[in-house]
């Protein structure tokens, strides 16, 4: 396993040995993780799967806060994560849902297992998104959909955290919205969607909303002024028939 791997999976397990609160065994504040979760909703309730689509892998999984609440909503869930200890705290809090300890450069799941993949939170401890890339192609079905959330490097914040001497700070990788867009275009993603995230202090829930709202009609521009705000963006996309 790489350094980068290596350093967020004792993170992570170090995390959720002393916490036991879904945010805090992640590493987000309520708040952050309250947004993510809000947007990643409304947009997924937005859907529209057919049958074969119903089969979601939760990639990443943590806690089990996404796989939980869609398992809730009658879809077909397995969660995955490489923190031993986080995986049985998530068992823990939802007995009835799957999940199963696993690398995400190497997943045991036969080519076209899954209609939809959502990998939250990820990117930002991986060392190789292009190879993540791929093994989410080999287990997507054709036209299955890949919902992403990452750390935005454009974020005027990041400047500031890069700053700080925290090993985890250092460690935390950030991206270039667009070029995820063309890493996914390049292996066989079409039909992309992009989509800010403002997470500010709690007590700005207005600022955020009003953001989210004006921004939208410069989704798809590559230099719009609002990413510069954004903490995280959040990416939809199909695998393109014929690519799987």
Request: proline residues 3%.
């Amino acid at each position: 396993m790489k350094e980068r791997e290596n350093f967020w999976k004792v993170f992570f397990n170090q995390h959720a040995a002393r916490y036991n609160t879904p945010e805090k065994m992640s590493g987000w504040t309520k708040h952050s993780l309250e947004r993510q979760m809000e947007t990643f909703f409304n947009v997924f309730q937005q859907l529209k799967l057919n049958e074969k689509q119903t089969n979601i892998l939760d990639m990443g999984c943590g806690p089990g806060v996404y796989t939980s609440k869609l398992g809730e909503m009658g879809y077909k869930v397995i969660g995955v994560d490489y923190s031993e200890i986080t995986i049985r705290k998530a068992i823990n809090f939802s007995k009835n849902t799957k999940y199963l300890i696993a690398d995400g450069y190497n997943l045991p799941f036969k080519d076209n297992s899954f209609g939809v993949i959502i990998c939250i939170g990820v990117l930002q401890s991986i060392s190789d998104e292009i190879k993540l890339f791929q093994e989410i192609k080999r287990i997507l079905q054709k036209d299955g959909i890949l919902i992403l959330i990452t750390l935005n490097i454009l974020f005027l914040g990041a400047i500031i955290y890069r700053f700080r001497k925290y090993k985890s700070t250092l460690f935390m990788k950030r991206y270039y919205p667009f070029g995820i867009i063309d890493n996914l275009k390049k292996i066989g993603f079409y039909d992309l969607q992009l989509k800010p995230i403002y997470i500010f202090p709690q007590g700005n829930e207005k600022l955020e909303k009003f953001l989210e709202k004006i921004s939208r009609p410069w989704i798809l521009k590559r230099h719009y002024p609002f990413l510069f705000l954004s903490h995280m963006f959040f990416i939809k996309c199909k695998l393109e028939k014929g690519k799987a």
